[in-house]
């Protein structure tokens, strides 16, 4: 990986930290591809005891996925102990039914603090782009999956802020966009990990501004700031600012600016304890 490329983790969390109370008010693409993640749930048969939330943000996952299997217990994990706080209910500690608190672990996708084979089920949504090193991050999947357990994620790909990234000058020597990995490389590290035959597909989903201001606003407001080695590390001058803007006007359309999210959904199983492979599916009642 190029290194300007390596995002700080510690500044990933401190994004995070101050975007939890302002999350779910923006985090408007993050809930539309989870309820399409969902919905995908009706087609795979499987009853896991226990899901791992990798990258629960606020908890609306949890709430989701406890709704589908009431049986299972769901732990959030997430790195920012900010958001693990926004995910709790609204109520003073000491009125909280201690059964009704949703387990919780501030930890990295990459290093998960977690018992191997301790999982049936691994849901991530829109958090492994957060991630330095992607086959560690799938080996650590694997590790705490059972035998046949099931990995479902969505992440972002290459095309992901096209617009952001043609709107600054070819002449800046900095990196102002997220690297996104491609969907095919994304499956062959399923592969080279130990999951069993991975389905992949993807689907491109535009929302659209009235500026640029309002690009800028949005992703500062779901924690989604620059914070690779390569970021410039001086305040961005007027000048440079407004060919920045000038460049994202000519991708006006319609009278709106455009904001491309390449959104990659995946899922893939563990193999069978004898290294057997096998996928349930179910037909979906008419």
């Known amino acids: 990986m190029n290194p300007d490329y390596v995002l700080e983790k510690r500044l990933v969390r401190r994004a995070f930290d101050r975007a939890a109370h302002s999350y779910d008010s923006s985090a408007v693409l993050q809930r539309e591809v989870s309820e399409r993640m969902l919905s995908r749930l009706e087609y795979v048969r499987i009853a896991p005891d226990a899901i791992l939330d990798a990258g629960s943000g606020t908890g609306r996952g949890r709430q989701a996925l406890g709704g589908i299997y009431p049986d299972a217990t769901v732990i959030e994990l997430d790195l ?11 109520m003073p500690w000491w009125k909280r039914p201690f059964a009704h608190m949703p387990q919780q672990v501030c930890g990295d996708i990459e290093n998960l603090p977690l018992k191997s084979a301790s999982m049936g089920m691994v849901w991530s949504n829109l958090a492994l782009q957060w991630c330095n090193d992607l086959d560690g991050a799938l080996s650590e999947i694997r590790r705490v999956l059972k035998p046949e357990g099931l990995f479902m994620f969505s992440t972002f790909g290459p095309d992901t802020l096209k617009e952001l990234r043609r709107a600054f000058p070819a002449t800046d020597a900095h990196v102002h966009v997220n690297r996104f990995i491609d969907m095919h490389d994304i499956g062959d590290a399923l592969l080279h990990c130990g999951f069993a035959m991975p389905v992949m ?19 500062k407001a779901i924690g989604a700031h620059n914070v690779m080695r390569g970021r410039p590390r001086g305040l961005f001058g007027r000048s440079a600012w407004a060919r920045v803007v000038e460049n994202y006007e000519s991708m006006r359309c319609a009278g709106r600016l455009p904001a491309t999210f390449e959104v990659i959904y995946g899922h893939a199983w563990t193999p069978l304890a004898d290294g057997g492979k096998i996928i349930r599916f179910s037909q979906k009642a008419k």
């Open 201 to 219: 597909d993807m689907e491109c989903i535009t929302l659209t501004y009235e500026d640029v201001r309002g690009v800028m606003r949005d992703l």
């Open 80 to 90: 920012s102990l900010a958001m693990l706080l926004q995910a709790r209910p609204e």
